[in-house]
């Protein structure tokens, strides 16, 4: 940690005008690039060219659009609020976008898949589609999760916790079922997909499931969802929660978020260009805690807790029934 102290304390001393001239400040630039370029894992490489560099330069040709730049000028180029930005562009301050009038989309049969592949259900459903390009999805977003998430069991003061759960869900599992082994788990998808799951061992049954549907697993002492609720806009989210909320046994289901959390103040360019991304794609968001808590409470559910690691761009969510 000294090294990031000291580096910090360097930082943030410096700016454009730190330098004596133009030659100075571009030699700066250049040690400051290739010190990055260091430290950058092969996987930051990527996400930054496939990802972040896109979503910029998506974001903005839609500010570009919506006359934002010109009005800005016109109000003397200070810094401004998002909501400030927003009214200037006579747009919605959650986004600017194009196709809809530069209000937040909500619907997922109307996205950048439907203009330019046509009429898919859902970007999904265009992936599921080619077996090949579903191979591609499945191994970016496995990529992802390795590099971009922390693995949930990791997350900060969360492990004792979650071990102390497991101790109740044994003694009672044990009661009603002695003949099913400790740690059984069922892992659930939609039929196509569980199809293709390959289960390591006989401790995890698999079932197939619609969470648009009635959740079939009654009283389980944990409900998992990984990156599922940032795929949908609120309206569906809620079904999905109510949905899973209609299988939980109160004072002992637990359900567990496991996402991104937006931050306040400087969030993170991987969370925002996957905000990005979830617009574009899914009509969808990343989510901060606030805009969490409003849509758990909508689903008659409520946040107990929320443990990530300080860095981390994810966390986990623990929700119980209200």
């Known amino acids: 940690m000294a090294i990031l102290g000291r580096l910090s304390a360097t930082l943030q001393g410096i700016d454009s005008n730190s330098f004596a001239d ?12 290739n010190a990055l370029s260091r430290i950058q894992s092969p996987w930051d490489i990527a996400w930054n060219h496939n990802w972040v560099n896109a979503s910029i330069h998506g974001a903005a040709k839609s500010l570009i ?32 976008i194009k196709k809809t009038g530069f209000k937040n989309p909500t619907d997922i049969k109307n996205c950048v898949v439907q203009h330019v592949k046509g009429p898919y259900e859902s970007l999904f459903d265009y992936i599921a589609a080619d077996p090949i390009r579903n191979k591609e999805f499945m ?10 998430m922390t693995t ?29 082994p400790d740690g059984s788990l069922v892992i659930e998808d939609l039929p196509e997909t569980i199809a293709e799951v390959e289960v390591p061992n006989k401790a995890i ?28 806009s609120d309206e569906p989210a809620i079904k999905i929660l109510r949905n899973i909320a209609g299988g939980m046994e109160k004072g002992y289901s637990k359900l567990l978020i496991h996402e991104k959390l937006v931050a306040n103040v400087r969030p993170s360019r991987r969370t925002t260009t996957s905000d990005i991304i979830m617009l574009a794609c ?8 606030k805009e969490w808590h409003e849509l758990v409470n909508a689903a008659g559910l409520k946040i107990v807790n929320i443990w990530r690691q300080p860095m981390a761009l994810d966390g986990v969510i623990e929700v119980d029934l209200a």
């Open 205 to 232: 049954a698999k079932q197939p499931y619609n969470f648009f549907t009635p959740q079939p697993l009654k009283g389980a002492r944990a409900y998992f969802m990984h990156t599922v609720l940032h795929d949908w």
């Open 282 to 289: 899914t009509a969808s968001a990343e989510r901060t805690e």
């Open 22 to 33: 133009e030659d100075e400040r571009i030699y700066a630039e250049n040690l400051l690039f």
């Open 152 to 180: 949930w069991t990791d997350t900060q003061n969360w492990i004792g916790h979650w071990l102390s759960m497991l101790v109740v869900a044994k003694e009672k599992f044990r009661l009603k079922h002695p003949e099913i």
């Open 139 to 148: 191994d970016a977003m496995e990529c992802h999760s390795k590099w971009n």
């Open 65 to 96: 659009d919506a006359g934002l730049f010109k009005k800005w000028v016109e109000h003397g180029s200070k810094p401004e609020s998002s909501e400030s930005l927003a009214k200037m562009a006579d747009a919605d301050p959650v986004l600017i």
